[in-house]
């Protein structure tokens, strides 16, 4: 029966620090990503080609979306690009596991390249930077007194309980946007398993395309999500 393991695998250490099979895959996909980017970004032209034409207006699209959130222009500016790509980046990371011979490559007893997103940590790295940024955005646009009041009010006694509660809330932020993304991407990895140990070519074809349905989901939602908090973070506390 197949193992399914909560932790990476160490593959070796390099002066003392170890090196995940986790680490080597996100590696190679920021590679293969930055490589993709680099030949779209040759193959642009003032006349578009029919695929420039349908990446471009998707970004549009979600530039406009953006804009409509937040309602600050120039704050949208900013925030964009990260938000694009998070959601470029756990896509292309999800979706870099179904690449043929991704999952077979073995090394010293462990699987070589497994995927990113079963690794809690790098969910947790993700969610960290995300969740900075929100506070970034709340401190820059409110200012650092007028964003903490949020929290604490020390003018408002009565509005502490209330304070507090926000406070928790923020923190819970961060573990929801990490266990989000690690649980379903683990629970995936396991109905793959599961399913691919009963029948060995054709029932695992429907698991496989809910999988890639639910790498383009848990980028949308985490994207979305950030933006999100992103206008929470931005608005006027009451």
Do not use: C
């Not at 779209?40 to 409509?68: C, H, N, W």
């Not at 070519?201 to 809910?210: A, K, R």
């Amino acid at each position: 029966m197949e193992e399914v393991s909560l932790k990476s695998d160490i593959i070796a250490n390099l002066g003392g620090l170890p090196i995940t099979n986790t680490f080597i895959t996100s590696i190679i996909a920021s590679l293969v990503l930055a490589l993709l980017a680099y030949l779209f970004s040759r193959k642009m032209s003032i006349i578009p080609s029919r695929f420039q034409l349908i990446i471009e207006g998707m970004t549009d699209g979600a530039k406009k979306y953006v804009d409509e959130v937040l309602e600050d222009k120039k704050l949208s500016d900013k925030v964009f690009p990260l938000i694009l790509s998070l959601f470029i980046f756990i896509l292309f990371l999800n979706l870099f596991k179904f690449l043929p011979g991704t999952e077979s490559i073995t090394f010293k007893g462990v699987q070589f390249l497994k995927p990113v997103h079963s690794d809690l940590n790098m969910t947790i790295a993700l969610a960290v930077v995300a969740w900075f940024v929100v506070q970034v955005a709340g401190v820059a646009i409110l200012g650092f007194w007028k964003y903490s009041s949020k929290f604490i009010n020390l003018k408002k006694p009565q509005s502490i309980p209330f304070g507090l509660i926000e406070l928790i809330s923020e923190i819970a932020k961060l573990a929801s946007l990490s266990f989000r993304l690690f649980g379903n991407i683990l629970v995936g990895g396991i109905l793959l398993l599961l399913v691919a140990s009963v029948g060995h070519y054709f029932i695992p074809l429907p698991i496989i395309f809910f999988e890639i349905f639910v790498a383009f989901l848990q980028a949308t939602l985490f994207a979305i999500l950030t933006l999100f908090y992103i206008k929470m973070a931005i608005d006027e506390p009451h």
